[in-house]
């Protein structure tokens, strides 16, 4: 991953800043992959495009009670492109997903708030993200009641409508809705 995430080339300063942190956070974490290092580590999200190339995936996420993207923790796996497949296919019940780009689309260092999941608490940490462009190959969604009350598929603009987490609108969601616009019809 430390290869990849140096080959990426970032597209605004938020991602250089954050590849940095993350370089480094990986360089000097051996357990940089496991939830058990409670200040961060790795997560993996798809920015998933309908089979059209017209809509997004979203998922209202029960700890935020938002729209958001499909992703999570990388428990001890090292290929994230894997993590964030198989995330979205819990998450949405898409059976069959593609890259559409090779590699790295985006990274986020993302802070989340205490909260308990499945009656213990979590303490605050960073979430170190790689971000996927994801194409579904089916447009049926189903959702994960122990993680989302709903999905649906959204033109870019609702999508940015639909969720109530202001910074993720302003500073990932937006900037993947332009950065697909290439992928999109």
């Known amino acids: ?7 990426f080339v970032p597209g605004c300063e938020q991602e250089e800043r954050d590849r940095e942190l993350m370089l480094h956070f990986l360089r000097t974490n051996a357990d940089a992959y496991l939830r058990s290092n ?4 790795m997560t993996a999200s798809g920015w998933i495009i309908s089979p059209d190339g017209r809509h997004v995936a979203m998922a209202y996420h029960n700890i935020y009670n938002s729209w958001s993207w ?4 990388a ?6 492109l894997a993590v ?55 447009e049926a969604l189903r959702e994960k009641p122990d993680e989302n009350k709903a999905v649906g598929w959204f033109t870019p603009e609702e999508a940015l ?14 900037k993947l809705t332009e950065r697909a616009k290439p992928y999109m019809k």
């Open 75 to 80: 428990d001890g796996e090292h290929d994230l």
């Open 1 to 7: 991953m430390i290869e990849k995430m140096e080959a």
């Open 84 to 138: 964030a497949i198989r995330e979205a296919q819990e998450e949405t019940g898409i059976r069959h997903l593609r890259p559409v780009v090779d590699g790295i689309f985006s990274l986020e260092c993302l802070t989340v708030d205490g909260h308990e999941k499945r009656g213990v608490y979590v303490p605050s940490h960073l979430h170190l993200n790689v971000t996927y462009l994801l194409q579904a190959q089916e």
């Open 38 to 41: 409670t200040l961060a580590h």
């Open 161 to 174: 409508r639909a969720s109530t987490e202001p910074w993720m609108v302003e500073r990932v969601y937006r």
């Open 70 to 73: 499909t992703g999570g923790h």
